[in-house]
């Protein structure tokens, strides 16, 4: 079963940036497409970023342009460059597999098999 390790979170004023990273184990992790998610008060799960076992990415318009994901199949990892932060971006932030198809979409918790505890982010205005 995959162990997920996320951190790198804090808070930031709006239109700051933060670097967060993802650990991974218990994978051949190289072989999986990951994604990004975040989950903010009252409102569902929601898939923010794409990164394929490739390295192709994808992300929902409402980070596009302000938000890079990568990984490092070497270390195991994925990373989220996050830029120009604004408070609607204040959330939980997790990593898990994804669906690229499903970019923006929303996810229940018991959708997949675990989770890790996630790594907060509080933009202030």
């Known amino acids: 079963q995959v162990q997920l390790v996320e951190s790198g979170g804090g808070l930031v004023q709006a239109g700051g940036s933060l670097r967060l990273s993802c650990a991974a184990s218990?994978?051949?992790?190289?072989?999986?497409?990951m994604g990004w998610y975040r989950q903010a008060p009252a409102k569902p799960r929601e898939l923010v970023a794409t990164i394929s076992s490739g390295g192709t990415t994808n992300y929902a318009d409402s980070v596009k342009g302000r938000f890079t994901i990568s990984r490092d199949n070497a270390k195991n990892a994925v990373y989220l460059q996050m830029n120009n932060l604004k408070p609607e971006d204040t959330a939980v932030y997790y990593c898990n597999y994804a669906d690229l198809r499903r970019v923006g979409s929303t996810y229940r918790p018991a959708d997949f098999d675990s989770w890790g505890p996630g790594t907060q982010v509080t933009v202030s205005s």
């Open positions: 218990g994978i051949i992790f190289r072989f999986y497409n």
